[in-house]
T-cell receptor
Framework: GENVEQHPSTLSVQEGDSAVIKCTYSDSASNYFPWYKQELGKRPQLIIDIRSNVGEKKDQRIAVTLNKTAKHFSLHITETQPEDSAVYFCAATTAGSGNEKLTFGTGTRLTIIP | ETGVTQSPTHLIKTRGQQVTLRCSSQSGHNTVSWYQQALGQGPQFIFQYYREEENGRGNFPPRFSGLQFPNYSSELNVNALELDDSALYLC????????????FGPGTRLTVT
């Protein structure tokens, strides 16, 4: 089955600086890679995703890159703000396979220092 | 808001008891997945339902069972509760169509004593 590893487990950055979170996956059949943000006591919120036919996707201050050959994908947050503080999870699945279970990484606790 | 709702919000049960958790999927979504999230961990896949049929299962014992109804709402049932079942139970709905996107509800916090 799929295995997703995520690094780092904790990350502290100064407000205004950039943050990068990296994930690797094991199953070459995986083709959909979402990122979720989970604030304390709240639901995981889908913030951006990327499919295997695309190498990069950007949405305002957030971007995701995918390297299919190396089986890794990364989340980039620029111009970080205090409200970016949360736990971020990467995930992978094989969309269109009939069983689209998400396999999650272990999470990164991002703290933005004002 | 994603439109996915879950009930109850919190629940305290005793070891050996049974529990039923409920989920209403987002309008237009026909697929529901359930996940268990232990404290400090990522969500772990329990099972998925598509048009009232179980469509995949994770590494959870048979005492974890589920249902999906014609309106695509869903239930998660756990029998013979164990202390390790204490966790946040999340339901996620998706529009199907092979897109992969899943939107989570707020979860039910289950505590087993």
């Amino acid at each position: 089955g799929e295995n997703v590893e995520q690094h780092p487990s904790t990350l502290s950055v100064q407000e205004g600086d950039s943050a990068v979170i990296k994930c690797t996956y094991s199953d070459s059949a995986s083709n959909y890679f979402p990122w979720y943000k989970q604030e304390l006591g709240k639901r995981p919120q889908l913030i951006i995703d990327i499919r295997s036919n695309v190498g990069e996707k950007k949405d305002q201050r957030i971007a995701v890159t995918l390297n299919k050959t190396a089986k890794h994908f990364s989340l980039h947050i620029t111009e970080t703000q205090p409200e970016d503080s949360a736990v971020y999870f990467c995930a992978a699945t094989t969309a269109g396979s009939g069983n689209e279970k998400l396999t999650f990484g272990t999470g990164t606790r991002l703290t933005i220092i004002p | 808001e994603t439109g996915v709702t879950q009930s109850p919000t919190h629940l305290i049960k005793t070891r050996g008891q049974q529990v039923t958790l409920r989920c209403s999927s987002q309008s237009g979504h026909n697929t529901v997945s359930w996940y268990q999230q232990a404290l400090g961990q990522g969500p772990q896949f329990i099972f998925q339902y598509y048009r009232e049929e179980e469509n995949g299962r994770g590494n959870f014992p048979p005492r974890f069972s589920g249902l999906q109804f014609p309106n695509y709402s869903s239930e998660l049932n756990v029998n013979a509760l164990e202390l390790d079942d204490s966790a946040l139970y999340l339901c996620a709905s998706s529009p199907g169509q092979g897109l992969g996107e899943q939107y989570f509800g707020p979860g039910t916090r289950l505590t087993v004593t």
